[in-house]
């Protein structure tokens, strides 16, 4: 059984800093996490940063240059390091991993973050 448990979430001002972490219950060669996701009230589930093949990362375009994820393989955790944060951040967020032998997605449990003055 996969876990993946996601934290750092909080409310803020605008302008201000966050930094999310997921870390998985698995090493990085069984579960590999590959992005984060943010889900606002009343909308879909959408993209914020992933992983892309060769190793990049590809973010939306409404957090590109702001918002940056990375990971600490022997940790197995991915980060979301989220700066100069609008209203319009807040969200539920999620991380995303793949378990590589069976192909199959996990979700961690979301975290909120609130952005408001």
């Known amino acids: 059984q996969v876990q993946l448990v996601e934290s750092g979430g909080g409310l803020v001002q605008p302008g201000a800093s966050l930094k999310l972490s997921c870390a998985a219950s698995?090493?990085?060669?069984?579960?590999?996490?590959r992005g984060w996701y943010r889900q606002a009230p009343g909308k879909q589930r959408e993209l914020v940063a992933v992983e892309v093949s060769g190793g990049g990362i590809n973010y939306a375009a409404s957090v590109k240059g702001r918002f940056t994820m990375s990971r600490d393989i022997a940790k197995n955790t991915a980060y979301l390091q989220m700066n100069s944060l609008k209203p319009e951040d807040t969200a539920v967020y999620y991380c995303?991993?793949?378990?590589?032998?069976?192909?199959?997605?996990?979700w961690g449990q979301g975290t909120q973050v609130t952005v408001s003055s």
């Open positions: 698995s090493n990085h060669f069984s579960v590999g996490i």
């Open positions: 995303k991993a793949l378990h590589r032998r069976s192909g199959t997605d996990y």
